[in-house]
């Protein structure tokens, strides 16, 4: 199994920007697939960006151009780059890792971001 360790939540204004990181440990595979879901109340929860250890990555249309997920593959952690937040974006962001294959798959704890006035 691997474990993740979601840090960099809080709050912040309308506009302003916060960055997230992850920290994979555990048996990780070479050939994975890392990044963030979140979830608001009462709602499902639903991808946000991804990263695939290849290269690739993929964006919600929400904060496509906004956010942006990087990798250090050396540190097994996967990063957010939160930039001009909007009240929407409120939500618990859940860091999530699987192996490409799909055959195993871990969730963080998750990490409160609020964004308001």
């Known amino acids: 199994q691997v474990q993740l360790v979601e840090s960099g939540g809080g709050l912040v204004q309308p506009g302003g920007s916060l960055r997230l990181s992850c920290a994979a440990s555990?048996?990780?595979?070479?050939?994975?697939?890392m990044g963030w879901y979140r979830q608001a109340p009462g709602k499902e929860r639903d991808m946000v960006a991804v990263?695939?250890?290849?290269?690739?990555?993929n964006y919600a249309d929400s904060v496509n151009g906004r956010f942006t997920v990087s990798r250090d593959n050396v540190l097994n952690t996967v990063y957010l780059q939160m930039n001009s937040l909007k009240p929407e974006d409120t939500a618990v962001y859940y860091c999530?890792?699987?192996?490409?294959?799909?055959?195993?798959?871990?969730w963080g704890q998750g990490t409160q971001v609020t964004v308001s006035s």
């Open positions: 555990g048996s990780i595979s070479s050939m994975n697939v």
């Open positions: 990263a695939f250890s290849t290269g690739p990555k």
């Open positions: 999530h890792y699987r192996t490409l294959r799909n055959t195993d798959d871990s």
